[in-house]
């Protein structure tokens, strides 16, 4: 099956991120025919359809894929994670190799707690030692996920340095790693009600993860970076009547005509579109239309609907 039939296929369900998918599926195709897989970031906000993009290719081309999360957090670099992903790989190759797709859904944490360069030496070597345990990952194709909400200034599409610089490329002499580590560390913990320093947290940091972002060795491990489209109301309508949008799992509860029309729609996209999760936030969007229509006497549940009773 050649590449535009497979966009094609895709795009019908996919129906809002036409240019990120051509390019996914381009690489991965071309992987196919490659010793060594080329690796992708998958950047942009919260909800835009990055984990369903990847899975969906993954599952037409009959690719091993496995998806994991938690890799990095504020205690340091998590192994046994990336082990699980990889021995699910062995798993579904027969135990014979190491091959497919692994889906790393935080890797905007990396960038945050540091780690980077433990993935891209493993990425780079191709061989991954866990418990005395070694694993050719060298056929593995490697897709981080980044939800650029509110760093879109540090995940950018062009480089800005040049011959002259290239020095400056990682983190800047200036830049307390440490200290914005106990912040990053002290907001999780609670809450952004602390004394923090805008000029550290704002300017210095962000300029770090930009710096990480574009250098050489991130460029190295991860040849492609594809960003996602800024989705618009439209655009999630669109995704909202897809046939594998989990609007679908809705349809016992709700009348046929409600959940089908224009007004129930463009509501639960223009919820969706005001909140900080994208189209994660589908199942408090639908409720919340569902339970104001009622409300206001428009005819929304099934008479044996458990939303109904759920809703009050």
């Known amino acids: 099956m050649n590449a535009n039939k497979i966009y094609n296929e895709l795009s019908k369900l996919l129906c809002n991120q036409d240019n990120a998918l051509k ?18 970031l998958l950047i942009g906000e919260l909800g835009s359809g990055k984990s369903t993009m990847v899975e ?4 037409k081309l009959n690719i091993p894929f496995a998806s994991i999360s938690g890799v990095w957090t504020s205690n340091g670099f998590n192994n046994s994670i990336l082990y699980d992903g990889f021995s699910r790989l062995y798993l579904s190759n027969n135990k014979e190799s190491c091959k ?6 935080d890797m905007r944490e990396c960038f945050i707690y540091g780690g980077f360069s433990s993935i891209c030496s493993l990425i780079t ?16 194709m490697f897709v981080g996920e980044i939800d650029n909400n509110n760093l879109e200034d540090c ?11 290239l020095d400056d490329v990682f983190l800047p002499e200036n830049c ?14 609670f809450g952004m009600d602390l004394d923090v320093s805008p000029d550290v947290f704002s300017d210095e940091f962000r300029l770090a993860l930009k710096r990480t972002f574009l250098s050489i060795e991130c460029s190295k491990a991860f040849s492609k970076k594809i960003f996602m489209k800024q989705m618009s109301v439209d655009d999630i309508c669109n995704v909202l009547v897809s046939p594998i949008s989990e609007l679908q799992i809705y349809r016992d509860d709700l009348r046929e005509e409600y959940v089908n029309s224009s007004l129930f729609i463009n509501s639960v996209a223009s919820h969706i579109k005001e909140s900080t999760i ?13 339970k104001h229509d009622n409300y206001h006497k428009v005819k929304v549940y099934k008479e044996d609907s458990l939303m109904r009773l759920y809703n009050g």
């Not at 969906?56 to 599952?59: D, E, G, I, K, R």
């Not at 070597?125 to 593995?140: A, K, L, P, Q, W």
């Not at 995940?155 to 610089?165: A, D, G, I, R, W």
């Not at 307390?176 to 913990?189: C, N, P, S, T, V």
Request: charged share 30%.
């Open 176 to 189: 307390d790693i440490d200290e914005i580590k106990r912040i990053l560390e002290d907001i999780a913990e």
């Open 100 to 105: 497919g797709t692994i889906l790393i859904k």
């Open 56 to 59: 969906c290719l993954a599952s």
């Open 278 to 290: 994208g189209l994660h936030d589908l199942d408090e969007a639908v409720h919340d239309v569902a």
């Open 155 to 165: 995940f950018v599409q062009k480089p800005e340095y040049t011959l002259k610089n």
């Open 125 to 140: 070597s191709g061989s991954f030692i866990y418990n005395d345990r070694f694993m050719d990952i060298s056929e593995v």
């Open 23 to 40: 390019e996914l599926v381009w690489i991965t195709m071309q992987n196919q025919k490659l010793v060594r897989p080329k690796n992708v």
